[in-house]
């Protein structure tokens, strides 16, 4: 996004008043939200503000109780995500939504309206995932992927019909930096080709690196719109939660830890899942009064261990 837009040039969006009432529940109130042309926005707030639920209502999953949506400065109503693609709304997903014992191709054309040919299709993936930095070989299995590359799918299947505005809901939380500096590239490339972007996250200083503008969201409601870029990340997380944001601090002393209470010794499990992830040589000790990190990029064998130690999953 240039320095250079006008107050004159028409949003690509814009958000008048949206509320969304279930029982017992107002998950969005009153709330609007304007998106430029070729800008990265970023939505904020912590879970259960109602950021989901406005990008739902975005994307025509479920229809707001009140308020408006413009497209291009015309009111729009978006009847489902069907007709929000035919918009050029395309929407990446924090969970993906893949067959593992499919190809990329095949995952790509199940989420297209009007797919072409399978023979028209692969080139394109091609051209187009390498032309933005995601490459991807439409011939691939799903299972034999990464997490970053199975997100390549999710973007490129948008990337194909051609988005006025992408939104990209908790894109990073499953990458690498490197695999998250390449989207921030191909974000940015997009950006300047005058895609509008809605991004959300709760690493606020990807957000200060990233966006051009914010909305905050609070309990539901609009508490405010900032510029991360002049912001600080305490300050923009001091908007989400609505007081003053206080860092927790690491005493020098050494803690006394109590007995082993797990003891975890040469764990190899072989998991039940057609597709899932294989447990090699896990040791590990867990002390009382120890809090103990299990870390990793998603896919690893992080919820085999969880279910094996909860019993989901048996040993032998």
Known sequence: MGDDKTM????????????????????????SLTIMPGEIHALLGENGAGKSTLVKIIYGVVKATSGEMLWNGEVTDVLNPNFARKLGIGMVFQHFSLFDSMSVAENIALG????PSPKELAPRIREVSENYGLPLDPNSLVHDLSVGERQRIEIVRCLLQQPKLLIMDEPTSVLTPQEVERLFGTLHRLADEGVSILYISH??????????????LRGGRLVGHCDPTVETAKSMAEMMIGTDLVAPERGDEQKD?????LRVSDLTVTSDQQFGTDL????LDVHGG?????AGVAGNGQTELMEVLSGELLVG
Do not use: F
Request: hydrophobic share 40%; net charge negative; aromatic share 2%.
């Open 8 to 31: 004159t040039e028409t949003p690509l969006l814009e958000m008048r008043g949206i509320s969304k009432q279930y029982p017992g529940c107002l998950a969005n109130d009153d709330v």
């Open 112 to 115: 297209m309206t009007d797919a």
């Open 203 to 216: 690493k606020l200083e990807e957000i200060k690196a990233l966006c051009h503008a914010a909305t905050i």
């Open 257 to 261: 830890l109590g007995e082993v209470r």
């Open 280 to 283: 090699h040589s896990i040791t």
């Open 290 to 294: 120890e809090i103990v990190g299990i």
